[in-house]
């Protein structure tokens, strides 16, 4: 009876800590993972999400309208940076921004309200 | 024993679960005051607690960016229908402060004046067309504004009023970013420890920043100087630059910052960021004082920000100009 007890006392000791090592390598994961993703909002609604972790080289069209107004824009992807190629606003401050590949430096154009951020790790909280 | 055996993988789930919310916080993101706004605080006092923390604060961001707009209607009363007239009008409390902060603002701040939007938009309209504003058309404008005039009034039922006299128009661009922060400032102190983790993020030219997680502090990026970091907590973070709004004009940079003593639209450095610690106003000052300082010599900003108690850095052509003392950068 006494052994009986012993061994399941082991096996129960045997599984707590497996699950244990499942959670620290759950939360080692999630810290290592260093997928980028970029957001791009329209009127505060989320339209896009891209993941720059791919680094692939697309082009991501928004289309929309503010009223009677056409929104015609190009977001372009390359090597894990996001980029507004084309956009119909009159100051293409959005355009002149060029590539961003860092989060906390979001991508806006005031004009067409559209913009977009990056989300992931950086070795910083934020830029000014 | 048995018993707790069936309970292994339900704890298994829960470990597991836990583990992943203690890696997510909720970040808000919202459009105004013409730029993207983050609002983020940590889960440290409770996850349910900072989703309704951080929806509070976005409803107070947007009802700010509702009453400072210049530019178009919108459903409350706003700076586009005190520039529409020159009668007195019924306000709500919020662009009551709003202009109160203004006009207290225009007493500190070396170049700061509430009453520039008719300047500042024939600026922007000269700029689009890639030409420089002539002296006669600033002349007048400069007239304008020294012969207008905001007045704010508050009455017993606590009714707010306001009346611009003249023709120059109201802009409170420079200002409301700050004085919506120092809105949240109030609201996060009301409603929670004094410890408490948050950054609020309008645009990065505009930051409240709480503690970091564990009190820590948030490590800044100086976008204009290679590898160098500033460390802060419990502070407000003010930055006016010109690098990404500016038209370049025979060899001169024209950007939307505007003196309103001389009218000129050329800032004397790239960047003027303004430190300031997390006490209420420091934000509508911190943001004013970030624009006043573009158009101002650097004994002026030496002596203003003594006599202000805000700490500054200066940046031209990629280097420090002037800091102050108490800054410390990495």
Redesign the interface.
Known sequence: MDKKKLRNDIILIASLILVAVIALVCVLSSRQKNNKYAKVYFQNELIETIDLSKKEEKDYPVDAFIGDRHVEMMIHTKDGAIHVSKSNCPHQDCVNMGYVSVSNKPIICTYNQVYIIIEGKANYDLEI | ?RR??KL?PL??VA??T???I??RYP?D???CF???V?VETTEYHGLMYSVVVQKDICNMLQQIDAVADAYKKRDVTCIYDLNSTNEKIEISEYLYWLLHECKELERIAPNFNPLIGSLSNEWKKAL?ENTVLSNDVIEEELTKINNSQLVISMTGDNKYFAQRKGDALIDVGAVAKGFALDQCQVFLRKHAEPDYEY?I?A???S?LLGN?RNGST??????DLKDT?LYLKDSY?S?SGIS??KTTIDGVNYSHIINPKTGSAVSLYDTV?VVANGDYGNGALGDVLATSFMMSELEEIKQSEKEIGVNVIVIKDDKILYKSESIELH
């Open positions: 024993m707790t055996f292994l704890i298994l470990s597991l836990a583990c992943d203690a890696h970040v993101t919202l459009f013409d730029t993207a983050t689009e950054m993020n645009g990065n030219s930051i970091n948030f490590k800044v990026k100086l976008k970091y973070v930055t990404e709004q960021i």
